[in-house]
């Protein structure tokens, strides 16, 4: 998949200088949101995010000069990472179609939350859903972890009809490691790659529902075809969303797999693309996105496997109309990444419950 990215789809609007200073983002010293998983049928009457705030030394803004005059524009490492055209927006998905409510509510980011968790674990309960159409998937196998340790272990159930059991798991969670807050979930089929959700709060109670996105073969072959793209079989995959303070999903952000926690490193290979926001949302080519659409939805495809490290998902946007007419882009979110050739992985930017 990777020699097939030349000029075809790419927005044309963005100087060398202006991609030179995306690829070197200094991130402002805010609190700042960590990235979990797709979970429908949960809630959080009091959201807010862990702290993630960084300063980027000076030294990293690196400016090499202009190019020759009769030399092409320098593509940006990321295509998929220019800057937005709008402030970011939240929207609501109401009588079957998307609707703009209004700014994306970011308050969060000043004020944290604190993440506390039972000391006796949890009794979880939830359905394991197909990422694109939202179908309960039967059979698929649950993995509980935090900071590598084992947690439990589930299956969904096979049942079919209307208030079967498709889908739907039950789980007991053992405590939480020391110092942990957040539970890493490994979803499997018998024909699919692993999904990974990552890191997700569970809350305070011991009680708890959860939704668990899989990503099916089918989609994993066919998501790369819809934008241009070859499958990679030894390439990693990122799936997400992302959104604001109040659950919103959220338009007009751009996202970037980066090497670095502290600053935009783009990830070797890695390509950002977003979804077309329908009632079975697709990705779509940069030629009609370059941001996130009403939906929030985004993909990185062809990431090199990095003999397993962990890259950083990272969301940047315009909060409010002013930081645009400045071009102020200010971080929105950042979580860690699995990138593995076996594995798919899953990410919710912004909410402190999914």
Same mark, same amino acid.
Not at 297 to 310: C, L, S, Y
């Given at each position: 998949m990777r020699g097939g990215r030349g000029g075809g789809g790419i927005?044309?609007?963005?100087?060398?200088s202006l991609s030179r200073a995306l690829a070197f983002l200094a991130l402002v010293p805010v609190a700042g949101c960590d990235l979990y998983l797709r979970g429908d049928s949960a809630s959080d009457d009091t959201p807010g995010l862990p702290d993630a705030s960084t300063v980027v030394p000076d030294a990293?803004?690196?400016d090499a000069g202009p190019p020759?005059?009769?030399?092409?524009?320098?593509?940006?490492?990321?295509?998929?990472?220019?800057?937005?055209?709008?402030?970011?927006?939240?929207?609501?998905?109401?009588?079957?179609?998307?609707?703009?409510?209004?700014?994306a509510d970011w308050s969060c980011?000043?004020?944290?939350a604190v993440e506390t968790v039972p000391a006796t674990g949890y009794t979880l309960g939830g359905t394991v859903r197909d990422f694109v159409t939202n179908q309960s998937v039967g059979g698929a196998s649950i993995a509980a972890s935090a900071l590598g340790q084992p947690?439990?272990?589930?299956?969904?159930?096979? +049942? /079919?009809?209307? *208030?079967?059991?498709?889908?739907?798991?039950?789980?007991?969670? &053992?405590?939480?490691? =020391? @110092? !942990?807050?957040?539970?890493r979930f490994t979803?499997?089929?018998?024909?699919?790659?692993?999904?990974?959700?990552?890191?997700?709060?569970?809350?305070?109670?011991?009680?708890?529902?959860?939704?668990?996105?899989?990503?099916?073969?089918?989609?994993?072959?066919?998501?790369?075809?819809?934008?241009?793209?070859?499958?990679?079989?030894?390439?990693?995959?990122?799936?997400?969303?992302?959104?604001?303070?109040?659950?919103?999903?959220?338009?007009?952000?751009?996202?970037?797999?980066?090497t670095s926690s502290a600053f935009v490193a783009h990830w070797t290979g890695g390509v950002t693309y977003y979804f077309s926001a329908g009632n079975q949302s697709l990705p779509v080519r940069h030629s009609q996105r370059?941001?996130?659409?009403?939906?929030?939805?985004?993909?990185?495809?062809?990431?090199?496997?990095? +003999? /397993?490290?962990? *890259?950083?998902?990272?969301?940047?946007?315009?909060?409010?109309? &002013?930081?645009?007419? =400045? @071009? !102020?882009?200010k971080p929105l979110g950042k979580s860690a990444a699995v990138v593995d050739s076996a594995a798919v992985s899953a990410v919710l930017i912004g909410r402190a419950r999914g």
């Open positions: 927005l044309p609007a963005m100087s060398v990293m803004d690196i020759p005059i009769d030399a092409p524009p320098t593509p940006p490492p990321n295509p998929g990472f220019v800057t937005p055209t709008t402030t970011t927006r939240a929207n609501a998905f109401r009588n079957g179609q998307w609707t703009d409510v209004g700014p980011l000043i004020q944290p947690l439990g272990s589930a299956t969904a159930g096979t +049942g /079919g009809g209307t *208030g079967g059991t498709r889908g739907v798991y039950r789980m007991d969670v &053992a405590p939480l490691p =020391t @110092g !942990a807050t957040r539970v979803v499997g089929g018998m024909t699919t790659r692993r999904t990974i959700s990552i890191d997700r709060y569970l809350g305070a109670a011991a009680m708890a529902t959860l939704d668990l996105p899989l990503m099916s073969d089918t989609a994993i072959t066919s998501f790369p075809a819809l934008v241009g793209e070859a499958a990679d079989a030894t390439a990693g995959l990122v799936v997400g969303e992302l959104r604001d303070c109040q659950g919103r999903s959220v338009s007009g952000a751009i996202i970037a797999l980066s370059t941001e996130t659409n009403s939906d929030g939805r985004f993909m990185i495809i062809d990431p090199e496997p990095m +003999g /397993g490290a962990e *890259g950083t998902i990272q969301a940047w946007g315009f909060q409010t109309d &002013a930081d645009r007419a =400045t @071009g !102020a882009l």
